[in-house]
């Protein structure tokens, strides 16, 4: 952790802001804490420093373990850098609507950053960035947007409890996350909060429709499947793709009937932007972070934007399963 990230905290326990007293166990050359301690001047409330990451949360207050076995084992896959394409780069632009221009220099928030693929093309792209995730990904996202240095900074907590100061991020951005969580509605209005004046805000959630009451299949299994060890699923993972992805990947090339896909049970990748193995090993990853979370809580488009509007966000556009906001200048 480094010591200029203390201006941006909050401790979660007083609400206190630039509070906190770090004490260093150990630091590298540059002086940046590797484990230490935070405590807050206002309350009794400490946190441990590990491997470079505040830990703002316990062992017990973490429901997606399954996205740290996930993320340690494919870190590098959706990480454009690494993987050799730039889907992350394209979806993350498309998606957020921010300009490459607009990014250089700005303080970012990835709230939800598992292994860190949008954090990475953020901090490519010239952004400094907060990375944030509740589970164990964020080690697998330290260590893979390392090469970034002081562009990257990664905190170990719940988007339900984040320890930063409100209104100081020039972006907030929350992809592929909301669903996953126990209260989407809490975190739909929360977010908000963290963006100042001027400022943005984008959401990526999995949508409620028909297509998803279709896959009739992947949500019978999902009855079982939380709770069984992350091993036991990528077991199950590993089954289905073997059986279905020859199918999947052959009914990809034909355009009018590639829509069969939708129903069969296991989440089918096939850009051509990726070779053979890479969507393979594509498919077994997203089919496993079908099965895997607890919790998968889809939202209509209008209701998120209505949430948005209502903590004070302006300047909304809305379709399905994306919301863009702007907080209003003072």
Known sequence: MRPKTLDLLACPACRAESSFTMTAARVDD?????????????????????????????????????FGYQWDRWRSIQ?????????????????????????????????????GRFTDVAASLGARVISCDLSGAIDSCRETTAVHGAGVECLQASLFDLPLRPGIFDGVFCMGVIQHTPDPARVIRTLPDLVKPGGRLAYNFYEEGLWRRLQIVKYFLRLF???LSPEAILRLSKGLVSVFFPLTRALSQIRKI????HFIPIAASHDPALDRNQQYEWTLLD????????????????DV???????????IEA??????????RA
């Open 305 to 315: 934007a209505t949430m948005v509007e209502d903590a004070g966000m302006i300047d």
């Open 258 to 261: 590639r829509i069969i896909n």
């Open 30 to 66: 540059d002086g940046d804490v590797i484990d230490g301690t935070l405590e807050c001047r206002h309350c009794p409330a400490t946190f441990p420093i590990s491997s470079r990451v505040p830990r703002f949360v316990d062992a017990d207050d973490d429901y997606c373990g399954n």
């Open 319 to 328: 379709s399905p399963g994306l919301v863009r906001a702007t907080r209003p």
């Open 79 to 115: 990480v454009d850098r690494l993987a050799g394409h730039q889907l992350s780069e394209t979806r993350f632009l498309n998606d957020s609507r921010w300009d490459r221009s607009w990014l250089k220099g700005k303080l970012i928030l990835d709230a939800g950053c598992g292994a």
């Open 287 to 302: 089919t496993f972070d079908w099965y895997s979370p607890v919790y998968e809580k889809c939202q209509r488009y209008r």
């Open 225 to 227: 499947t939380p709770r």
